[in-house]
C-alpha cells in the first residue's frame, strides 16, 4: 500500500505516489539550485513546471488516476536532467553558435498574437508552414476579395478553433523546437536580453544520447519510413478535408446571402420560384434550412481535417456538438415535411370543361382557324409547355401560358360546327384542381366565317402555376371545308385518337370533312404512303408503296422480314439472311 499526495502544479492539481512525488520534488529543487543566479529565475522555473503539468495531462486517463514514479521518470528524459545541460558557458565561449543543430520536433499550430494584426492567425501559419507572414496575409486579403467575403468564415474559424501561444512552451512548440529545460531557459533568456543570436545553441542531447547506438537495422529504418508516409497520406486526407468541406461551406454561404436573402426582396425571379412547382415555403425558410442540412456535416468535416493537422486544436465543447446536431434534425425534418408537401402538390388532376356552343358555320361554309396575340401578356404564337408573369390592364400580376391545342372532331349530330373549351389544371386535391382549371381565362371570337382564338390564357398569380392548359375542341360535321391559318402549326394536335383527326402538317390548304375524314382536294399526292396492319397473330404488317417498289414490313415474334423486289432481308436468331436478284 502506497500513499499518494495531491499537488498544485502550475495551477493543475495531480494525485501522485509519495515515491513519485519525492523523486520530482528532489528533480524540481535540482532545476531551482541550477538558475540560482540566473535571469529570470522565477519566469524559467514557472514554465518548466507549466510543462511538467502538460507532460502529466498527457499520461493520465481520468481525474482518479495516481501518478507512479514511472509517469515522473519518462516526464524527466523528455524534460532532460539539469547536469545535462547546465554546463559551464565559458567554456563554450569560442565554439561557433550552434543553433542551427537544435534539436527539432514537429510543429503545432498556434496564434501568434506578438505579432498579429488581427487574431494572429497569419503569423501562427507562418511559423507552421515556413512562409513568411506577408505573403500569408496577402493570401488571405486575395481570397476574401475572390470569394466575395465569404473566406473570411475560413479566418474566424482559425481564430476560434487554434489556441492562442501564450507560454514559453507553446512558443517553442510553434517554432518546432523541442519543449524542455534547456529550451525553456534559452527561450526565456532571449526575451531579456532581446538579442537571439548571443545566446549559445548546445546540441545537449547529444551529451544523453551518448549511450544509445548511432546505428539503426534495416527494418527500423524501413518502419520509420512506412510511418512517415502514413503521416504523409494523413496529412494529405486532412488537407483534401479541409479544402472540400471549406468549398462547400463558402458556396453554402454565398447560397444563403444571395439566393436566401432575396426571399425579402421584391426579386423578377423570385416571382417564378413562388407560382412554380416548387415548395410552398418562403425561398428565405428553404435555403436556412438547406444550409444547415448541409452545412453542418461538411462543418465538422473541415474540423475533423483540422485536427488531423493541428494535434493541439480547441475542441469546440459538448455544448455546441449538441446543439449543432440538434439544429441539423430540426432541419432535416423541415426538408422531409416540405418533401413531402411538395409530392403532393400535383398529386390530382382536373379536367374542366367550362364551354361548349354552336357556332354559326354550317357544313356547306369554309371555317378559317387563326391564332390571335395580345401584346400585353405574349408576342410570339407558339404554343409551349412554360409560363410567364406579366401584369394585366389593372397592373396586377398574373400568370400567361401559350399550353393550348386545338382538337379536331369529325360529328355528324349536329350540321354546325361546334367549339368545346376544356381546362385542365393539377393541385394537392381534386376540388383544388377543379377550382384552379375553372380560373383559367381564355377566349375567342368568330369574324363572319373565321374563328380567332387566343394563343395564350391566363390566371390569377395566387391560383400559382400548375400545369395549367387549355384545349379547344371543334366538332366537324360531314361536308365542311377548313382552312387552318399557318400560326396554327403549333398549336395543332398532330396525334390521331379517340376519333380525332389532324391536319398533319397541311396549314394553309382546304381541307374539307368526308367520312369522317379530311381530305385535301387540291394538295399533290405524297410521294410515300405507309399502310398500318395488325394481324391475328400478333404480328405487325406495314406495306410502305413508293413510286419506284412496292415493299413489305413484317414484325413478329420470330423476326422481322423486309421484302420488296429487288431484296428480301429476314433478321433473326439465327442471323441475318439477305438475298437479292442478283
Not at 380560373?439 to 368568330?446: L, N, P, T, W
Not at 374563328?451 to 390569377?460: F, K, P, S, W
Not at 361536308?479 to 391536319?503: L, P
Request: charged residues 25%.
Amino acid at each position: 500500500m502506497n500513499k499518494t499526495v495531491n499537488i498544485n502544479l502550475a495551477g493543475i492539481f495531480f494525485h501522485i505516489d509519495e515515491d513519485a512525488y519525492l523523486k520530482m520534488q528532489r528533480y524540481l529543487d535540482a532545476i531551482k539550485r541550477s538558475f540560482t543566479d540566473s535571469q529570470g529565475r522565477d519566469e524559467i522555473i514557472a514554465d518548466i513546471e507549466a510543462r511538467i503539468a502538460e507532460l502529466f495531462n498527457e499520461k493520465i486517463k481520468d481525474e482518479k488516476q495516481v501518478i507512479g514514479v514511472k509517469e515522473v521518470e519518462e516526464v524527466i528524459t523528455v524534460m532532460g536532467q539539469p547536469e545535462d545541460y547546465r554546463l559551464d558557458e565559458e567554456i563554450f565561449e569560442d565554439e561557433p553558435s550552434t543553433a542551427n543543430q537544435t534539436p527539432k520536433t514537429s510543429k503545432q499550430l498556434f496564434r501568434d498574437t506578438t505579432n498579429s494584426y488581427v487574431g494572429g492567425v497569419s503569423s501562427g501559419l507562418s511559423h507552421y508552414l515556413g512562409i513568411d507572414p506577408i505573403w500569408i496575409r496577402l493570401a488571405w486579403i486575395l481570397f476574401t476579395i475572390f470569394s466575395s467575403g465569404a473566406f473570411v468564415l475560413i479566418y474566424v474559424a482559425f481564430w476560434i478553433f487554434v489556441p492562442e501561444a501564450k507560454t514559453t512552451s507553446d512558443f517553442l512548440a510553434m517554432k518546432g523546437e523541442a519543449v524542455n529545460i534547456s529550451n525553456i531557459e534559452k527561450k526565456i533568456k532571449e526575451g531579456f536580453d532581446g538579442v537571439a543570436d548571443t545566446v549559445k545553441n548546445v546540441d545537449y542531447q547529444k551529451y544523453s544520447n551518448k549511450v544509445k547506438s548511432s546505428s539503426t537495422t534495416f527494418f527500423d529504418a524501413l518502419g520509420d519510413v512506412l510511418l512517415f508516409l502514413l503521416k504523409i497520406f494523413v496529412k494529405f486526407i486532412g488537407i483534401l478535408l479541409i479544402i472540400v468541406s471549406g468549398i462547400t461551406l463558402i458556396s453554402l454561404f454565398i447560397g444563403l446571402f444571395t439566393v436566401g436573402t432575396f426571399g425579402f426582396m421584391d426579386m423578377p425571379w423570385v416571382e417564378y420560384f413562388e407560382v412554380g412547382s416548387h415548395p410552398e415555403v418562403p425561398l428565405w425558410l428553404l435555403s436556412l434550412l438547406s444550409f444547415f442540412a448541409v452545412g453542418i456535416p461538411f462543418f465538422f468535416l473541415f474540423i475533423l481535417g483540422l485536427k488531423i493537422l493541428i494535434n493541439n486544436l480547441k475542441s469546440i465543447g459538448t455544448a455546441a456538438k449538441l446543439g449543432l446536431l440538434g439544429v441539423w434534425i430540426f432541419a432535416i425534418i423541415g426538408l422531409i415535411i416540405i418533401g413531402i408537401r411538395q409530392a403532393t402538390l400535383e398529386a390530382y388532376d382536373a379536367e374542366v370543361i367550362t364551354e361548349e356552343k354552336l357556332l354559326p358555320i354550317t357544313q356547306s361554309d369554309t371555317l378559317t382557324i387563326k391564332m390571335q396575340k395580345n401584346s400585353r401578356y405574349t408576342r410570339h404564337l407558339q404554343h409551349r409547355h412554360d409560363y410567364k408573369i406579366k401584369r394585366d390592364n389593372q397592373g396586377n400580376r398574373v400568370i400567361v401560358t401559350q399550353d393550348i391545342e386545338i382538337y379536331l372532331k369529325p360529328s355528324n349530330r349536329n350540321n354546325n360546327v361546334g367549339i368545346s373549351i376544356e381546362k385542365k389544371a393539377e393541385g394537392r386535391s381534386y376540388e383544388e384542381a377543379s377550382t384552379r382549371a375553372e380560373d383559367i381565362k381564355y377566349s375567342y371570337e368568330v369574324d363572319d366565317k373565321t374563328l380567332l382564338l387566343d394563343g395564350y390564357a391566363i390566371t390569377e398569380y395566387a391560383n400559382k402555376y400548375r400545369d395549367q392548359e387549355v384545349k379547344v375542341i371543334l366538332t366537324l360535321p360531314d361536308g365542311v371545308t377548313i382552312f387552318a391559318d399557318d400560326n396554327t402549326s403549333s398549336y395543332n394536335n398532330s396525334w390521331k385518337y379517340d376519333d380525332y383527326i389532324t391536319i398533319d402538317n397541311k396549314e394553309e390548304k382546304y381541307l374539307q370533312i368526308i367520312n369522317g375524314e379530311l381530305v385535301c382536294e387540291n394538295c399533290p399526292d405524297d410521294e410515300n404512303e405507309w399502310e398500318y396492319k395488325e394481324s391475328d397473330d400478333d404480328s405487325v404488317n406495314i406495306n410502305i408503296n413508293t413510286d419506284d417498289s412496292d415493299t413489305k414490313l413484317k414484325i413478329n415474334e420470330e423476326g422481322v422480314r423486309l421484302k420488296s423486289e429487288e431484296v428480301d432481308i429476314k433478321i433473326d436468331e439465327n442471323g441475318i439472311d439477305i438475298k437479292t436478284d442478283n
